[in-house]
Structures are given as C-alpha cells and as structure tokens.
C-alpha cells in the first residue's frame, strides 16, 4: 500500500467534515453603500475598535536618529539648492552678500541662521561616520549598541554645533 493511498482516505473524511462558509456576494448597491462609509463608521457599527496607528507606539530611538539623519540630509540639499540659485540668480558674490546680511541682523538672527545651518550639518555628518563604522564593524550593530549611538549622535552634534556658534 503506498503512502498516496493511506492518506486518500484520510484527506476525504477531513473534507466531508469541513463545514464551507458560502462566500458573500455584494450587490452593486450595498457595494456602493460599503465605499461610502468610512472605516472608524464600519467598525462602530461592528462593535471593533479602530486599529491603532503610528502614533500610538513610540519610535525606537535608532528610528528616530534614521529619519532624523535622513531629514537632515533633504534639508541640506534644498539649502544648497537655495543657495546656488541665489548666487545664479544674483551674480557672483550675491550668496555671500545673502550671509553678511543674516549676519548682520543681530545676535538672535545670527544664532538661530547658524544653528538652523550647523546642526543638521554636523548630525547628517557624524550619522554618516556612524554608518561607515557600522558597516566595518557589524558586531557593534546590536539592538543595545544602535540606541546608545543614537543618544551619543544627538548628543555630540548638539554639543559640536554648540561649539560652532561661537565661530
């Protein structure tokens, strides 16, 4: 007796014991109707609650350090952008006359234009040294050793781009 027929019996009294759910058909009427419901009306009148969202977990802090990374970086890029139409825009000097005159508004405006352009270049720069290390060191890539160097990259652009405002 082979193995097929010893499981064919098998096989057929666990489908004669299945009970088949009909599927169900909607017409193109309650089809409509179900469209224009939306999804927290649905699940209130099922009774469920609404799955939650995003915003309800909180993010791991190499998430965190990722997107700002990757915030960072798009920042950086529209500012050079910014900046080079500036200079095509103006002529020649005219990006350098843009920064003497931020420079020139005060303490405040100073600071902050400094801060605005300092921070995210040093944290998109040591996040870049980050990944390069863990690329040559994948041992120092643990779920621990990832949130600690989250907290020292936050921590030492902070104080690297404090550090610049005083140039």
């Not at 005219?94 to 005159?101: E, G, H, I, N, R």
């Not at 931020?102 to 990944?131: C, D, E, Q, W």
């Not at 120092?140 to 005083?166: I, K, M, P, Q, R």
């Amino acid at each position: 007796m082979t193995t097929v027929s010893k499981l064919r019996p098998l096989l057929r009294r666990a489908i004669a014991t299945q009970h088949a759910r009909p599927m169900t058909v909607l017409s193109k009427q309650s089809a409509e109707e179900y469209k224009k419901q939306n999804y927290n009306s649905r699940m209130a009148a099922t009774g469920r609650p609404v799955s939650p969202h995003v915003t309800v977990y909180s993010f791991p802090a190499g998430a965190l350090s990722s997107i700002t990374n990757r915030v960072t970086g798009m920042g950086l890029s529209f500012g050079a952008v910014g900046l080079g139409a500036v200079e095509m825009i103006g002529g020649s000097g005219a990006a350098a006359d843009l920064m003497s005159s931020i420079g020139s508004n005060g303490g405040l405006v100073t600071v902050t234009a400094k801060l605005v352009v300092g921070f995210p270049l040093v944290y998109h720069y040591m996040g870049g040294i980050r990944h390069l290390v863990w690329d040559n060191m994948p041992d120092t890539l643990t779920n621990s050793d990832v949130e600690t160097a989250s907290y020292a990259l936050v921590g030492a652009s902070a104080v690297v781009s404090g550090g610049l405002l005083f140039m």
